[in-house]
């Protein structure tokens, strides 16, 4: 930002960005007292994790709940909960992220519900929903709706708030997660901006927004970006990003203000770049992607919130979260970094790679324009087989050596780690009693909410109200609002709208993945490749199959289409159905597949409870010959407690040669089918 003179002639420093912590778990009231701890400590806005039924539109209580609730955010079912939440926090001075997009509306109704029972005045309310469907099709996963009921429930939403909530921003175009799921910078660009048009589009077409006010459409829509540890080459995209959003408002909608036209971004750095090997190495990288995005004034994000060091551990406890805070507070209160004007102005090398990045970003958008844009590539599968190949290249190089990665495939060997001595004492856990508290809590709102001192309605009134909207075309967001002052709850809001909506299964992208890691002669590929064919003949069978299995809400499925993509390279026959199964579900495919053995692929810490089911449910149907293996971010206690009920093989983040993997999952086949182990060749 520009250097200002103050009154006295001295030079005055710009205001720093929003600082946030995303944040949330357990309970509404453990979470309430987590928002005042750490506003206490200077953070600057809230950044609400909510858990995953809830970001699902299930309640608590529901069979896909099981596991999940409380773990990787707060469980928000009714307004009783966001009462809780927000309980003493003023929320008409504060600006709150909510990080929620197919239950966003759902959400937006009970926070504002929630500031008009304080006192506020709701036309000053500020803060973000995501709010951004699109990404969770690619990659996040907590989608619900159809592309066009969801595309609906996000117009309404920001038609609502540029009448009623004029300084929310309604959505948050978000690549955050694309990047994650294995995007180049040229993808994130260009799949980001697809959307906001797809987004802008609609809203323009829905006649909601008269002409003249389509302005304030374009000014309240935000990003939110991922920053990796390529630092110059993330702080470019962000200029790119700066340059084509500056073009898109102006040529495709004719925005002539240029406040209006001013490309709006908070930031979360890569979380899943971060290691579980010498995890201290994380401070460094969480360091260089926070300044990607503060470094270059003309390319500031206007909020930041970084992850903590530990997160390929578990969850970060709140002395974590406070180090990640005091990191950006150094950086913007003890550095000279705001007293300056755009430290890169003039540099050829940047102007080069930003021109480099607006090119083929703008290429790709035409690409996607041809086939009919984000929801038409979302429908066929481009956009996800793209996202797929991407990761598996990524993961191809970082095994081959070629991309390195310090403490995973190069300088691997560490001193003892002090951080670490204790691994019980070095993450947060949640208990596991939580869950049932917040099962017989959402009971007894049901139970209650029409007696004082609520005196709710009966929602059944609401709720039809709510599914005769959305058979028409009202806006839904009043129906919604009256839904939430009568004691809905989410599972019960969400499932009115799936009655009239219906569900969606986004495609996997596995099937039209390339082939990214190729069986040359002499290779690991060959050798592992070489192993199932043998194993396969041995057992008297066409080919070995393996079974994905995604359990529970977890939709992070990078991670399972990567071994689904690798397996199916080394020869396997692959079931892989996606994401949001039961254990039940994942059994009956299991013996209805005659597979050889299953994976399951969970980060959100359900594990402990997901996966024993699955062996429990095998074992019932004689089927003990399958081995079950498991990944994802799973701390050394929970790891032996699965090896010790039957679990073959574990594998978390710091085992990262995938081919390796799928060579494991063989020998463990040959292992449950008393087959002698094959030689590995010298």
Known sequence: MTERQSAEGKREKDRPWLMRTYAGHSTAEASNELYRRN????????????????????????VLARGEVGRVGVPVAHLGDMRRLLQDIPLEQMNTSMTINATAMWL????????????????????????????????????????????????DMIAYTVSHIPKWNPINICSYHLQEAGATPVQEIAYA??????????????????ADKFGDVVARISFFVNAGVRFVEEMCKMRAFGRIWDRVTRER????????????YGVQVNSLGLTEAQPENNVQRIVLEMLAVTLSKDARARAVQLPAWNEALGLPRPWDQQWSLRMQQVLAYESDLLEYEDIFEGSHVVEAKVAQLVEASLAEMERIQEMGGAMAAVESGYLKSQLVSSHAERRARIESGQERIVGVNIFETTEPNPLTADLDTAIQTVDPAVEARVI??????????????????????????????AKGTANLMEATLECARAGVTTGEWAGALREVFGEFRAPTGVSSAPVAVPAEEGS?????????????????????????????????????????VRARD??????????????????????????????????????AQLVPDVLERLRVAGATDIPVIAGGIIPNGDAEQLRAAGVAAVFTPKDFDITGIIG???????????????EVPA
């Open 108 to 155: 937006l109704a009970l926070y504002q519900v929630v500031a008009e029972e304080q006192g506020a005045d709701v036309t000053r309310l500020q803060g973000t929903t995501q709010n951004d469907i699109v990404k969770e099709y690619l990659s996040r996963g907590t989608h619900v709706f159809p592309p066009g009921p969801s595309l609906r429930l996000t117009t």
């Open 570 to 607: 080394a020869g396997f026959e692959v079931v892989y159905q996606g994401i949001r199964l039961t254990p039940e579900q994942i059994v009956d495919a299991a013996l209805e597949e005659d597979v050889h053995a299953v994976g399951l692929s969970i980060l959100s810490g359900s594990h």
């Open 193 to 210: 901006m697809s959307t906001a048009i797809a987004v802008l589009d609609a809203v323009r077409d829905s006649g909601q927004v008269p």
């Open 253 to 264: 909608y004719g925005i002539e203000d240029p406040k209006q036209r001013r490309f709006r």
């Open 524 to 564: 690991a590929m060959a050798d592992v490749r070489r192993r199932v064919d043998l194993t396969a003949k041995d057992m008297g069978v066409g080919k070995l199959r393996f079974l994905v299995g995604k359990p529970g809400l977890d939709g992070h499925s990078n991670g399972a289409e990567q071994i689904a």
């Open 440 to 469: 017989a809590s959402l009971q007894n709102w049901r139970d209650t909410r029409y007696q004082p001192p609520f005196n709710h309605p009966r929602p059944c009134k609401a709720l039809e109200k709510l599914k005769e909207a």
């Open 39 to 62: 506003l206490a400590k200077g953070q600057t806005g809230l950044s609400v994790a909510f858990d995953l039924p809830t970001q699902t539109g299930y309640d608590s209580d529901h």
């Open 664 to 678: 494991r999952i063989v020998d463990e086949i040959r292992k449950a089918n008393k087959l002698d182990p094959l």
